[in-house]
């Protein structure tokens, strides 16, 4: 577990696993309307440590939710960071231990392609995590990227809508995510018009950068949860994460930096890798 110094004055959470992972950076809350949560960093070896540890607080946020509310909703991340994670949320001790069966998925965003596509997010997650946990079709909210997206976007929401039927506030207890190189995050890709969006949950998004739609939960619905856990492993993310969460000035907010929401725990994992761009501690 590295436990280099860096910008913040650093401090060591006991891990189950008795390793301390060392809170690189907790920044100050920031000022500007969309952060109002600081985001907490969490510095791990490697991939593989980053994922045990993401699968622990899987578990854990899973249990309480279920203990709280008799249920739980969880959006899942898409793309390949989030794979290990899947793997071992299916595998012992988490497989048994975890209430799966008061456990609904939804998806923070989806490529417009059919569900058996390679690219496809419900795809990946159904090899990996629903199959193995043998989760019924019904307690799985599969973002349709076969349909025309603006009809599929508008289709999801009425299903959220009703998940959340007569529950006073609509919130996920837990969001998964992902950050691309760009600070993306879901399909909210730098300058698409899904970032704009202020009301609605879930947006068909055109991103020019990849010349494709993709359906994606915009900033209010992931901005609803009551857990915000993002991945990022890899040298290609260290610029983003040192620039969204550590306090390296950029311009423009990175989307993945948006996703703040109010009295929510934020956590970034990152393994060294990604973590490589982070300031020392002066
Ligand atoms: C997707 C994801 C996307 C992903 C990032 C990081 O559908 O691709 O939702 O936001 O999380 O692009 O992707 P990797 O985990 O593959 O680096």
New binding site residues.
Partial sequence: MSDENSQAQPETTAQPDGKAAVAVATEKADTRPWAPSAAQVLRFADAEEVAEAAAKKVAETVKKAVEKNERCIVAL???????RLYEKLAAEPYRDEVPWTKTYFVF????CVAPDDEAS?HRMAQELLFTPLEIPAHRVLRMKGEQVPADAARRYEVRLKDLFLNQPKRHFDLVL?????DG?????FPGTAALAEEEKWVAANEVPQLEAW?L?LTLPALNSARRVIL????E??ARVIAEAFCGVKHDEPYPCERVAPYHAKREVLVDAAAASQIPPKK
Avoid: M, Q, W
Avoid at 77 to 83: C, D, F, S, Y
């Fill in positions: 991340a898409g793309g390949n960071t989030p794979r923070g965003d989806e490529r997010n995510l992902g950050v691309g190189a993306h995050t879901a399909s909210l993709r994606t991945l990022a492993t890899g290609e993310k």
